[in-house]
């Protein structure tokens, strides 16, 4: 070997640069790789929650500052208990979990997602495939995904339950920081439970908006099934077959033991978060040993008396050459998209039709609430932009949540 050679390589050859040491450290495994994917949805969503939270705990204090503002707030309580059960409303904890805990339930929409693509998402992308040509078992990968997916929903009702606390703190409300920690694990075993009906779905579906969209009108039933036994006695036999219904039997933010009683009204129920964390692990674990034994990019067979008849095709329609969807792409997009964009315009259109029969429902206690708070007063007037004393301006008010729902749907779109 030349000396010239060697002088000439050594000037000219250089090492590789090497990957982030941090950047490398999420792709040593299938759950770290799944855990960082989740980061922005468990920063957004928890703290988005949490600080929901916050506000409201921060704001009951003036809410409730004169005895008739109480008696106002217990009234009203009474007229929707439909929503939830009214429990201790001249409370900061039982007001916030009164008004809010059913709303927290649109966090279920981010685990219903991302379960029913953690698998079938990605044998519709092809990299399963690649995925499972690695020396790991089936099951490996799974649980993996799996725990990733549980992770995030800890890290969310982590981050939901600090924001509380500290709202908690800030309304001087009697529940400390033990409670706020399991109201933020309750909130993380519904969405799991949700998650879980999703992934099992996705085990009968080709596709993972099929499942996903499967579960969230499931989501519906079971929130309708809760609301039956506040509005039809003796009918809580049929809200039992609900989850929501066991989410809503613990309120860790009215602690049992601020009212001296050891009433099944107040505080945590264990056996209720039980039966939240048997039926995750019951479906999960469905989903795993299906997925285990049927084909990548396959279904589980439906026993023959669920299966839908198959019809015959015409040859000519066989291949939809002359479909309107596939003159373009804009066509193709928008008919990916229409048949869930008609679904959540429904949804919107009829939140809009019950906030107005709402309106006119609470019209006479909210005239005696306003009166004893000059805060709720003074923000309803500059959200709802005009004159306390009429009905459009608390309307424009509830309107305001509008957006939300077109942002959840645009987030939904974007993920698939």
């Not at 009203?76 to 939830?84: D, E, K, Q, R, Y």
């Not at 080709?206 to 519906?220: F, V």
């Not at 839908?308 to 990916?336: D, Q």
Request: hydrophobic share 55%; net charge positive; proline share 6%.
């Amino acid at each position: 070997m030349s000396p010239a050679w060697k002088i000439s390589s050594c000037a000219t050859t250089r090492a590789m640069p090497r990957p982030p040491r941090r950047r490398a450290m999420w792709f040593k495994s299938i759950y770290l790789k799944t855990l960082r994917e989740f980061r922005i949805a468990i920063l957004g969503w928890g703290v988005g929650m949490g600080l929901l939270m916050y506000v409201v705990l921060a704001a009951v204090p003036s809410l409730i500052a004169t005895p008739a503002a109480r008696a106002s707030v217990v009234s009203l309580g009474g007229t929707f208990a439909w929503i939830a059960e009214p429990i201790a409303l001249d409370t900061p904890g039982g007001y916030v979990t009164w008004k809010y805990g059913l709303t927290l339930l649109i966090i279920a929409i981010w685990p219903l997602i991302a379960c029913s693509r953690l698998l079938r998402g990605e044998e519709e992308r092809g990299s399963l495939d690649a995925l499972l040509s690695l020396p790991r078992g089936r099951v490996r990968v799974v649980l993996e995904k799996l725990a990733a997916v549980w992770t995030a929903l800890l890290g969310i009702g982590l981050l939901i339950a600090l924001l509380a606390f500290a709202g908690g703190k800030t309304a001087s409300a009697d529940f400390g920081l033990g409670d706020a920690l399991l109201f933020g694990l309750n909130v993380a075993l519904i969405c799991g439970v949700f998650g879980s009906i999703a992934l099992l779905l996705s085990q009968f579906t080709q596709e993972r908006g099929t499942a996903s969209g499967l579960t969230g009108g499931l989501l519906l039933v079971f929130i309708v099934l809760d609301m039956v036994h506040r509005v039809i006695p003796g009918t809580e036999w049929l809200s039992r077959l609900s989850p929501v219904y066991y989410y809503n039997l613990s309120k860790p933010l009215v602690p049992a033991s601020s009212y001296g009683v050891p009433s099944s009204s107040y505080g945590a129920n264990p056996g209720a978060m039980l039966v939240l964390l048997a039926l995750c692990v019951l479906l999960s674990g469905a989903a795993v040993w299906l997925f285990a034994r049927r084909d990548v990019g396959g279904v589980v067979a439906l026993p023959s008396f669920l299966r839908l008849p198959e019809r015959a095709v015409r040859p000519e329609r066989a291949l939809p050459v002359n479909a309107w969807s596939l003159r373009s792409v804009y066509t193709r997009s928008l008919g990916m998209i229409v048949v869930p964009a008609c679904w959540w315009t429904l949804v919107i259109a009829g939140f809009a039709a019950w906030t107005v029969v709402i309106v006119k429902q609470i019209e006479t206690q909210m005239a005696s609430l306003y009166a004893s708070s000059p805060l709720l007063k003074d923000v309803i007037t500059r959200v709802g932009g005009g004159d306390i004393s009429t009905n459009a301006t608390l309307l424009s008010f509830l309107f305001v949540f509008l957006p939300l729902l077109l942002m959840a749907f645009a987030a939904t779109q974007a993920n698939r």
